[in-house]
């Protein structure tokens, strides 16, 4: 079975920052395409970043406008990890943060419905 597992949430003031992890538990799953999503009450599901390989070896990534410049994705295959690392948070970042990840990868990567896996959630509290 392929699980993502997050972690790294937590409740921290406007203006600093958290890095959030999304691990592979299972050791199985080696996505083409990794992406952070996230879903405040009342609110739907969000898309915040994706990171992408090509066949040809590229590597790709975007984000939403409300985090360009403050947020980052990056993947460590050696420890089959992925990473969000936000900085300057806002209190509009308060939301349940998902990793989600697909071995195919798209142009409409902001779909969720895309991602074939899933993480149980983290809960990131930005609040002074």
């Known amino acids: 079975q392929v699980q993502l597992v997050e972690s790294g949430g937590g409740l921290v003031q406007p203006g600093n920052s958290l890095r959030l992890s999304c691990a592979d538990s299972?050791?199985?799953?080696?996505?083409?395409?990794l992406a952070w999503f996230r879903q405040a009450p009342g609110n739907e599901r969000e898309f915040v970043a994706v990171?992408?390989?090509?066949?040809?070896?590229?590597?790709?990534?975007y984000y939403a406008d409300s985090v360009k410049g403050r947020f980052a994705i990056s993947r460590d295959s050696a420890k089959n990890t992925f990473y969000l690392q936000m900085n300057n948070l806002k209190p509009e970042d308060t939301a349940i943060y998902y990793c989600?990840?697909?071995?195919?990868?798209?142009?409409?990567?902001?779909?969720?419905?895309?991602?074939?896996?899933w993480g149980q959630g983290t809960q990131v509290t930005v609040s002074s």
């Open positions: 299972g050791n199985t799953f080696s996505g083409a395409q």
């Open positions: 989600a990840g697909s071995p195919q990868w798209d142009t409409s990567y902001f779909i969720p419905g895309l991602y074939n896996y």
């Open positions: 990171i992408q390989w090509s066949d040809r070896g590229g590597t790709f990534a």
